[in-house]
């Protein structure tokens, strides 16, 4: 995931079966709303994102705020 300076634009690099897929938005108002990043010496450290925080992150909701129930998960 890539996103501009101003956090207006994004582009989504999404490996699919038959290849990659690439994924972009640009706002014309407001701007994502970012989760925490934790630096390393000056340096983003990589940081791994559920599906539902993008899909929240998209529609413009602060996943942060937003309020988890538990759910039933299947085991593996």
């Not at 290849?19 to 706002?27: A, F, N, Q, S």
């Not at 340096?43 to 996943?63: C, F, N, P, R, Y």
Request: hydrophobic content about 45%; overall charge positive; proline content about 3%.
């Amino acid at each position: 995931m890539f996103i501009n300076k101003l956090c207006t634009g994004m582009k989504i690099l999404h490996m699919e079966y038959g290849g990659l897929v690439i994924y972009h938005m640009k706002l014309s108002i407001g701007h994502f709303s970012l989760p925490r990043i934790d630096f390393q010496e000056g340096k983003a450290v990589s940081h791994e994102t559920l599906w539902s925080d993008l899909v929240l992150m998209v529609q413009g909701i602060d996943a942060q705020k937003v309020k988890r129930r538990k759910r039933w998960i299947p085991a593996k």
